[in-house]
DNA sequence: TCCAGATGGTCAACGAGGTTGAACATCTTC
DNA sequence: GAAGATGTTCAACCTCGTTGACCATCTGGA
């Protein structure tokens, strides 16, 4: 549902589903032309997650807000690809942690790189302190609602 | 794919994604709440575009980046939920252009009302100004990617 | 110490909601 | 008037999520 505003103004929920899939969409285009075909959209909340340390497939799905049958069979798809592997022998033997690949780091250099430019575009149309502006106000309000912790997404498309 | 930025603040895409989710679910989880139980999220799309006059399937795809028949299955299936109705004897005999039944208008209402509401709370945690001004920087940048006017959105999720 | 329950992970079956491909009716144009 | 374009729908399929069941491992209290 993505209703008009009382002034007939597009209302701010079809705003934020077409600027989503308008960067997403930009992002996969230019990765795709670099060389990187399987890449899903998914796959973004994935490799931040394990940027720093291993995440538990658990610990993903609670961070995108699937269930955790969803995150392993996300994950599964990206051990396949090449971009991440399981680790075994933690200190919890249930857990299986999940951290990237030299691949899966290649990857995220080039989202990373891509990514700021579509932002820096952003920022030549509404400049640079509005796009801070937008991105602290969004935080803010998003936040408020979850009680000061960003909620997770679901990354649905 | 929703990264970081470079100075690890959060990714508008995630912002973006974030808060259609939480506006979506919560204007939904309030139609609920008033007994409108078999409303999609997707519906809302159509409900809009038939607001003030019919539309044709064809318009409603293209509206909202599908396929033909991806639109017309929705509109099938708000037919039989009683939201509109498929008229005959156009000008144009191919075309079946859709419009709103009393049902439609009355949830229609309800979509509008709650909305509203909901933006409004935002506006009580960002300000009225900011909430315009975000409003009015997305519109800005999305019509600039799309030469003017706003590209269609996927009703995914 | 040991067992009941909680937690991490995966397999299997299913469902929602999109896509492609094909068919058919109607319009448009030369 | 016939050839192609356009509007709509049917059918088959695919992606990607869910629910339900199951197993392995950890944890806490009797």
């Known amino acids: 549902m993505t ?11 079809r705003l934020f589903a077409i600027g989503y899939r308008l960067l997403i969409d930009q992002l996969h285009g230019r990765l795709r032309a670099l060389g990187w075909t399987d890449v899903r959209p998914a796959f973004g909340f ?8 291993p995440a538990t497939v658990t610990g993903l799905a609670s961070l995108m807000g699937t269930t ?5 069979k996300l994950v599964e798809t990206m051990v396949v690809s090449g971009y991440v592997e399981r680790e075994t022998g933690a200190r919890d ?3 299986r942690p999940v951290h990237l690949t030299p691949r899966g780091k290649e990857l995220l250099r080039a ?5 700021a430019e579509l932002e820096q575009e952003w920022a030549q149309v509404i400049g640079a302190p509005g796009l801070q502006r937008m991105r602290r106000d969004l ?11 960003l909620p997770p997404v679901r990354p649905v498309w």
């Open 3 to 13: 209703p008009a505003s009382p002034a007939g103004e597009p209302a701010l929920a």
């Open 46 to 53: 994935v490799l931040l997650a394990v940027r720093d340390q």
């Open 68 to 72: 955790k049958q969803a995150a392993s």
């Open 93 to 95: 033997g249930r857990q």
């Open 111 to 115: 989202v990373e790189q891509i990514y």
């Open 139 to 149: 935080v803010r309000v998003l936040s408020d609602a979850d009680d000061g912790a």
